[in-house]
């Protein structure tokens, strides 16, 4: 991320007569300063600022992509709104299951007869889904309406793609197989002043048998220590005192670096930047999650207490055909020298009902572990063909009847867990950062806990983006009510 007085002083010294530079990221700026021509152009023929809207599908990673390309827009001079009404529009898209997919053609229904009232109305997609060639074929016959199609490894290029999309008529499609460029230095707009994810790594390489991810995030590849540290030292500068390190894999950063560092050396040094207060992860794979780690996690003052640990299915026989790469056996141990090292952690997961060759009896193997780990929350999903992974041809899929049926005792499991996890901490003080004034009551405010578990409390915004010590009075399942502890 550029802070805006460097990148702007930068882009004084552009001229935009010359050719733009091959070399990244001048080239990008040479193309914001292009753009905010072609905007400030468009806006004085409108007699009103041109307005932006991104709308985000899935996971963190994409959250964050979206802070990039909503920075690169306000850079060159739209004006961000909430309603898919604005001048521009774009889809950041998942495509992890069939469900996602849907969502976005449906939308783009919607979009084809906006467009028809608005002329000026341009139409972007990127993202995960963008990465199938299935998926652009399907554009190109039925939505060719649309203006801008680009995927995953080339989002640094919004600007010239921008400029490119409104120097043409049709629709401008820009997709790369996979890269080994990592593009840094470019704005950011971020959601929350006081916390921020940063990426550590982008891709994955582990090729889980029914996930999409490697192939349209691409291999996995480390960003250098030191431009994660720098990053997350100018966030903190900015304000941040909570930071989510992201990549699809985190156990497995640094493996490939020239000079190999570990996650949990990596979490050492961001341990040290002064000023900052919290810090979390996202994704752990159980196979990669090491002792260091665990240790590291232990002797933290920063690390949170939760730890999101995927199991996917509790039987060896789905999880070898699903090539987790870890038995029932190995899982289960891994989860409790975990609760046994840091007894005050909130563990969660994430598990597929219906994979190929699922029984019931596999089904109950997973309801073992739900009640043997005892999860503080779980996200289930049924199982989604998608194509080109290996799983999408495999034999003996499951019938509907039997994944609902495994999936409502799968759902009672998991919510008898959290149940028995939840109001663990009541009559506790603790920290929670405050993020926003409750929806529903605007004489509460809403934080997080250190184990991610929400608190409403009395409070105004003046506690926004604050650490402050609450009392947890009452349980209510998923979040508690508390009162902010004075000392007396
Ligand atoms: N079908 C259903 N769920 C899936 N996930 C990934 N791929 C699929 C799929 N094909 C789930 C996994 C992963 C989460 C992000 O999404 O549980 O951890
Ligand atoms: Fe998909 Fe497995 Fe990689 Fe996670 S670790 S992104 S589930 S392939």
């Known amino acids: 991320m550029i802070k805006n007085e460097a990148l702007e002083s930068i882009l004084e010294t552009i001229d935009l007569r010359n050719d733009a530079p091959a070399e990244e990221p001048l080239r990008q700026y040479y193309f914001m300063k292009k753009a905010r021509e072609i905007v400030s152009d468009k806006s004085r023929r409108l007699g009103r600022r041109l307005t932006a809207d991104g709308e985000t599908f899935g996971c963190q990673m994409n959250a964050k992509d979206s802070e990039k390309l909503i920075g690169i827009l306000k850079n060159i001079g739209f004006e961000m709104i909430d309603s898919e009404e604005a001048d521009l529009v774009f889809y950041n898209t998942c495509t992890v299951r069939d469900n996602a997919n849907q969502r976005v053609y449906g939308r783009l229904g919607l979009m084809h007869s906006m467009k028809k009232k608005n002329p000026h109305k341009k139409i972007a997609l990127c993202g995960c889904m963008m990465q199938e060639p299935s998926v652009i074929e399907k554009l190109q016959k039925s939505y060719p309406f649309v203006d801008l199609v680009f995927g995953t490894h080339n989002i640094y290029k919004f600007a010239e793609l921008l400029v490119a999309m409104y120097s043409s008529d049709g629709m401008i499609i820009d997709i790369w197989k996979d890269t080994d460029k990592i593009v840094e230095d470019l704005p950011a707009q971020r959601k929350y002043s006081f916390k921020s994810g940063v990426n550590i790594m982008y891709g994955c390489n582990n090729f889980c048998s029914y996930c999409i991810v490697p192939y349209v995030r691409g291999r996995e590849r480390s960003r250098d220590p030191t431009d994660i540290l720098r990053e997350i030292e100018q966030l903190v500068s900015d304000g941040v005192v909570e930071v989510m390190l992201l990549g699809q894999n985190v156990n497995s950063y640094?493996?490939?670096?020239?000079?190999?560092?570990?996650?949990?050396?990596?979490?050492?040094?961001?341990?040290?930047?002064?000023?900052?207060?919290?810090?979390?992860?996202?994704?752990?794979?159980?196979?990669?999650?090491?002792?260091?780690?665990?240790?590291?996690?232990?002797?933290?003052?920063?690390?949170?207490?939760?730890?999101?640990?995927?199991?996917?299915?509790?039987?060896?026989?789905?999880?070898?055909?699903?090539?987790?790469?870890?038995?029932?056996e190995q899982y289960l141990e891994l989860a409790h020298k975990i609760r046994r090292e840091i007894p005050d952690i909130s563990l969660t997961t994430d598990i597929i009902v219906g994979f190929p060759g699922e029984t019931a009896a596999d089904v109950d193997e997973t309801i073992e572990v739900v009640k043997e780990v005892e999860y503080d929350n779980a996200f289930t999903f049924i199982y989604s063909k998608r194509t080109g992974t290996p799983a999408a041809a495999m034999q003996n899929p499951v019938t509907d009847e039997e994944i609902k049926e495994n999936f409502d005792r799968l759902l009672k499991a998991v919510q008898e867990t959290a149940k028995k996890r939840a109001g663990r901490l009541t009559g506790q003080i603790q920290s929670a950062l405050v993020e926003e004034i409750n929806e529903h009551d605007s004489a509460l405010v809403s934080g997080r806990l250190s184990n991610n578990t929400i608190v409403h409390f009395p409070g105004d915004a003046s506690l926004i983006g604050k650490l402050t010590d609450v009392r947890l009075k009452e349980s209510h399942g998923f979040y508690y009510i508390g009162e902010i502890e004075t000392g007396n």
Do not use: W
């Not at 640094?254 to 050396?265: I, N, Q, R, Y």
């Not at 509790?314 to 987790?324: E, P």
């Open 254 to 328: 640094g493996k490939t670096l020239d000079t190999p560092v570990s996650f949990a050396e990596l979490l050492r040094e961001v341990e040290k930047i002064e000023g900052l207060e919290r810090i979390r992860f996202m994704t752990s794979h159980p196979k990669d999650l090491s002792d260091e780690l665990i240790d590291v996690m232990k002797n933290s003052k920063k690390i949170c207490r939760h730890l999101h640990l995927p199991l996917q299915a509790g039987s060896t026989k789905i999880l070898t055909a699903m090539n987790r790469r870890y038995t029932k």
